[in-house]
């Protein structure tokens, strides 16, 4: 069965994210302030599995073997 | 005594590192197409610097998992010598031969210029020939070289006396002003856990000849010659 999921990669709460300060800097150049701002990565990835369970241990196989790395990174999965 | 470098697709610096180990220092030097994997023992295995897969996903993250870094780690476990440089420090930190993680610089573009280190270790097969304290010119090119790990790593870290390298400025403060990336406690090369493992972000291989500015980063691969011709293949 085909399963889309959708994973989400984010850094880990109080890590730097030095991207997000300079499009927040960029943004108040453009005369629009923002009081936060955070990036994440989005991956839609088709998953053959039995059922949503394999589906969800596949996709958490992929962020901890490749996608994210724990040092910095959380990460969240939806099984569509 | 035979030396290899390791190029991946994307490697730029394999060449600049094979040309100071057998024409600067006379080292039988193999270059190595990673998909070839390591066909024979070495007595060190150089990750050299570049932009391995474009830096797709993490600078080094997908170079560390191919079939070649499981020959490094094999060859590291058994008491060979490893030196990731720049983009083979990012490799060899995803493929856990070291902990932590090389990521965005805290001011996120790509810094190319000189900097300054204090060896902060002599007691390494990598470090011999220097003086602790010693500060040496060696520069970086890097858009990813921010060391970031834990509280608890970064003291283990220091207890264990695993940081070779910090940047400093001429006198050998370490000072924010002098920390070109924002690494945590101006980090610049963390060993191993066996020390036969040196990751460094910036590039000995440009700093070893005078004629190109500097050769204070020569003695990095000085010392791990007279590393192997002591026949040692760990010391501590």
């Not at chain 2, 050299?48 to 560390?64: K, N, Q, T, V």
């Not at chain 2, 490893?82 to 090389?102: D, H, K, T």
């Not at chain 2, 602790?132 to 970064?154: F, L, N």
Request: proline letters at 5%; hydrophobic letters at 40%.
């Amino acid at each position: 069965m085909l399963f889309d999921v959708i994973i989400t990669i984010a850094l880990k709460e109080g890590m730097l994210d030095p991207e997000a300060r300079a499009i927040q800097n960029a943004l108040a150049h453009l005369g629009i302030p923002t009081l936060s701002l955070s990036t994440a990565r989005r991956f839609c990835i088709g998953i053959d599995a039995v059922d949503r369970e394999e589906a969800g241990t596949k996709a958490r196989a992929i962020c901890e073997r490749l996608l994210a790395n724990p040092v910095i990174h959380r990460y969240e999965i939806e099984v569509v | 005594m035979r030396f290899a470098v390791i190029r991946f697709g994307g490697s730029n610096c394999d060449l600049d590192t094979v040309h100071v180990l057998s024409e600067v220092l006379g080292v039988d030097t193999d270059l190595v197409w990673y998909r070839d994997g390591l066909q024979r023992r070495y007595d060190a295995v150089i990750l050299p610097g570049g932009f391995s897969y474009g830096d797709y996903l993490r600078a080094g993250a997908i170079a560390a998992r191919t079939p070649i870094m499981a020959d490094v780690i094999s060859h590291a476990r058994e008491g060979g010598l490893v030196l990731g440089i720049c983009n083979g420090a990012q490799i060899a930190a995803e493929s856990g031969l070291v902990p932590g993680v090389f990521t965005r610089n805290e001011v996120p573009r790509f810094i190319c210029r000189p900097t300054w280190l204090r060896v902060e270790t002599t007691d390494t097969p990598f470090t011999r020939l220097y003086r602790r304290g010693e500060v040496i010119r060696v520069p970086v090119a890097h858009g990813e070289g921010r060391y970031v790990a834990p509280p608890g790593v970064i003291a283990r870290l220091n207890r264990e006396r695993r940081i070779a390298f910090r940047y400093c400025d001429t006198e050998g403060r370490v000072i924010p002003g002098a920390n070109p990336n924002g690494s945590i406690e101006g980090i610049a090369g963390i060993l191993g856990e066996g020390r036969n493992v040196l990751v460094m972000m910036p590039h000995p291989e440009r700093s070893s000849e005078l004629v190109i500015g500097s050769e204070d980063g020569r003695r990095i691969f000085e010392s791990m010659i007279e590393h192997c011709q002591a026949g040692t293949t760990r010391q501590r």
